[in-house]
């Protein structure tokens, strides 16, 4: 589709806005940004009709983006994007975000006027554990029949994070996310992965804090690895989301973001040392 644009005022202090990621783990630095297999008639619930989405074999590419920041216009706050799938736009591709999640109100204030994301308030809970990883040594597999032989514990991280949407006063479990180092972490030790400039462009908007259709570009200077890819469940819900949950648009958009960051992953990349640049956005009209 070609598309002419126009730039749209921000209010965000003076674009382009800096974001810069923080250490949370040894081995989760910045961001984790983890690709899925997403169903295209689920990404489809959240594509405005005037962009087409890309999909082979009923599925598309979408998934979630990670991020601690530590610097940022709005100060220190965690995000989660959950990104429905990738929407054509000649003469290339744009992702598109279910939904945005983040703790901080001016972070979401100004990602629901000035940039037209689907932004809500979250709380992010975050715990970390030591889980031991047993391995046992050929030398005493012997005694390990008489239950005499030796068992070598190497504890390793396992972060949790629980992310609760607020809506007001009341607030519904959305998922856990449990990332954890393993043995491709331990190959890799301290090797941080190259260093990497990028762009990901995305498509916003057509929301009713921002009724129009926007685009905008995050330029992203980080270190990148592969890591394993994260678990992610969904917490059982309680009487008190069911209670509260009231409007049924707002349940179904929420199920179908579930069902975003349940679908089948295929790839997680680790983002170190991240500084990204978010450019403001601008409007886009489908030419007649």
Known sequence: MEVEERNVSSGYAKPPWIFKGRQVTSYYCGALYQIHLVKASTARAFIPKEF?????????LGGFFLASYDDSPAGVF?????IAGIVWNPPTSCAWAARVLVNSNEACHHGRKEVGLPSQFARFSKKITAVPKRKRERAFGFLDTFGLGTTLSHP???????VSEVDSAASANICNIQIRSDELETKL?????????????????????NPNLL????????????????????????EADKNHTSQESLENERRLSVAVMLSKPIIALQFKDLTMQVEAPVVVHPSV
Not at 156 to 162: A, G, I, Q, R, S
Not at 218 to 237: D, G, N, Q, T, Y
């Open 52 to 60: 087409r989405l890309v999909e082979a074999f009923g599925y598309t």
């Open 78 to 82: 965690d995000e989660l994007v959950m």
């Open 156 to 162: 390793e991280d396992l972060m949790e994070v629980k």
């Open 189 to 209: 030790g301290k090797w941080m992965g190259p260093a990497i400039k990028m762009s990901l462009p995305s498509f916003s908007g057509n929301t009713k804090f």
């Open 215 to 238: 685009k905008y570009s995050c330029h992203i200077h980080c270190r990148v690895r592969p890591v394993s890819p994260a678990v992610v469940s969904k917490p059982l819900e309680d």
